[in-house]
């Protein structure tokens, strides 16, 4: 009883004390608004030409002006890179699942798509121009191809390191592979893939701009290169920063999934 | 009595013919209803004993009998517990306890339209083992201790006659250790499934075995059959008794002359 009263002074005097600002969820709006006025006052600072470094002020201004087709341009590179990634979320967990069925399919096609990924996209991009004509489609294969790796990379990993306990334990009772797969291989490779989907949308974003910019007539990444081309560079700075909120808003909402679909990979120690 | 397990001169050799002579003239027999125990120094083969025994390796010389059968590929009339508990933390501590069922061929397509009965077989375990209504939790929110005891209602849901258990205890505390022995001893007296326990404890060893079996160091085989006087049931008291602390020094001694000799 005396540990119970002895108790209850500390907790009334921490009431007392007024209700805080949150730090950490004011961070990142606090660290942005600090980059732009510190970017705002080094211009300024520097006396920059327009040409080289347009101010914060100077790209808003942009942002106002071209609104039309700034969102036009930012809704077809969300389009594009949207499929592109759609296909890959796709592609990707099949290649996976495949690719870690087997240590033989593993040893065997590993080396090949190391090989595939350390190819700059950008190289691929005219062979595509060839193949289907500039425009959506090599955006949206180009999106598709950068971003399916890391897909298949995660999927692939969560399958082979089951641990052989469990592995042990099942056969043992007559399971057979795909008991084992369907069992304890896919639900494990799940927060594998679910973490992957951050990764490989930011790459999507690359690709399709990368190939927007080459070859396209639309897109941000066709809109940056036009404007770059009459030396309107707040216009440039401007697709920058509508790249960088698309970019933060997919990545967002694919944490938000990850979270949503795996959260017992949070909770258990999982062992790797 | 007539024997659930016997191994006849079993040689298993890990990594085709230039690799490791894990075991090697390997004779041991348990009979039906009986509890063994495998002691032994480190790496001497106690595990690849149990693959063979459940048919997860096949031996390149010797035989491997399990309840009449010739071992050819793995035996669904055991279960099986590892050190690890490797329970899946996606799923509930009872839906972890039923997968089993939805591999062994006997019941995999019962499981659905008998889901009530094979739910309160598990919570029948989950109660013997002192895990009642903790079915519902999942694995990650259980101590060590609490999912050692998930994964013994596991290995037994299918009702298996053999029971192989690779150092259960090892990772556990000294006090849920004893715990867990005397669960296993009801288990054992409850359900007469034949057990065999693989341990480094020799304590363990001699606290739950009918038989105790030492191993020589690798390449494994048996070195010496001691039968374990004390009657069931057995309380923990006995540890404190001399005969029990004569045979545990015994095998102690053992031990450490077959790994001089390694
Ligand atoms: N899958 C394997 N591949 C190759 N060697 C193995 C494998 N499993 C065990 N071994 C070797 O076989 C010997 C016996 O191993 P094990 O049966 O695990 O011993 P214990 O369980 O008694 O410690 C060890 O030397 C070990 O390195
Ligand atoms: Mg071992």
Redesign the pocket.
């Known amino acids: 009883m005396t540990i119970v009263t002895d108790n209850t002074k500390p907790a009334s005097i921490t009431r007392r004390e007024p209700a805080r600002i949150n730090w950490v969820k004011a961070a990142p709006w606090l660290y942005t608004l600090g980059l732009f006025l510190a970017w705002e006052l080094l211009v300024i600072a520097l006396d920059m030409p327009v040409t080289i470094l347009p101010a914060p002020s100077r790209i808003f201004e942009a942002v106002v002006q071209y609104w039309s087709p700034l969102l036009k341009n930012s809704l077809q590179t969300l389009f594009t890179t949207t499929l592109g990634f759609g296909l890959a979320v796709v592609g990707g967990l099949a290649i996976g699942l495949f690719i870690g069925w087997s240590k033989t399919i593993y040893a065997g096609l590993y080396p090949l798509m190391i090989g595939f990924n350390a190819i700059p996209k950008v190289a691929v991009v005219p062979i595509l121009v060839i193949w289907f004509g500039i425009g959506t489609i090599p955006a949206v294969i180009t999106a598709f191809l950068i971003s399916f790796f890391p897909i298949v990379v995660n999927v692939a990993t969560g399958l082979a390191t089951i641990e052989p306990e469990t592995e042990d334990v099942l056969r043992a009772l007559g399971a057979r592979k795909i008991d084992i797969m369907l069992k304890v291989g896919i639900p494990r490779s799940m927060p594998y893939f679910f973490g992957s989907l951050k990764i490989a949308i930011t790459l999507a974003f690359v690709g399709s701009v990368l190939s927007e910019t080459v070859a396209s007539n639309y897109g941000l990444g066709n809109m940056m290169s036009s404007a770059q081309s009459q030396f309107n560079v707040p216009l440039v700075f401007a697709g920058l920063l509508a790249l960088a909120i698309e970019g933060i808003a997919m990545y967002a909402l694919m944490a938000w999934i990850e979270k949503r679909m795996t959260g017992w990979a949070h909770r258990s120690t999982m062992a790797n | 009595m007539s024997h659930l397990v016997s191994i006849d001169d079993v040689d298993m050799r890990?990594?085709g013919a230039e690799?490791?002579l894990?075991v090697s003239q390997l004779t041991m027999r348990v009979a039906k209803g009986e509890f063994a125990a495998v002691v032994?120094p480190?790496?001497?083969?106690?595990?690849?004993?149990m693959k063979l025994v459940t048919g997860l390796h096949i031996p390149q010389a010797g035989t491997v009998i399990v309840a009449g059968q010739h071992v050819t590929k793995p035996v669904s009339i055991v279960g099986m517990a590892f050190q690890n508990p490797t329970l899946l933390p996606w799923r509930t501590t009872l839906e972890n306890i039923l997968l089993p069922l939805e591999i062994v061929e006997k019941h995999r397509h019962r499981l659905r339209a008998n889901k009530k009965e094979y739910v309160a077989k598990a919570e029948h375990l989950l109660e013997l083992v002192g895990l009642k209504g903790f079915g519902s939790k999942f694995p990650w929110q259980l101590s060590g201790g609490m999912q050692q005891r998930a994964n013994l209602c596991r290995a037994l849901i299918h009702e298996p006659e053999l029971l192989m258990l690779d150092e259960p205890f090892g990772a556990l505390d000294a006090f849920t250790r004893e715990e867990l022995w005397c669960v296993i001893r009801d288990l054992h007296a409850a359900q007469g499934v034949t057990i065999v326990l693989?341990t480094h404890d020799l304590r363990e060893a001699a606290f739950l075995a009918d038989k105790i079996f030492v191993m020589s160091a690798?390449p494994?085989r048996i070195l010496r059959e001691h039968l374990v006087p004390f009657a069931r049931p057995r309380d923990l008291e006995i540890m404190y008794h001399t005969e029990f602390n004569d045979l545990v020094q015994q095998l102690h001694g053992e031990i450490a002359q077959a790994r001089v000799v390694a």
């Not at chain 2, 480190?42 to 004993?49: A, E, P, Q, R, V």
């Open positions: 890990y990594g690799g490791t894990a032994g480190s790496g001497c083969g106690k595990s690849t004993l693989v690798r494994g």
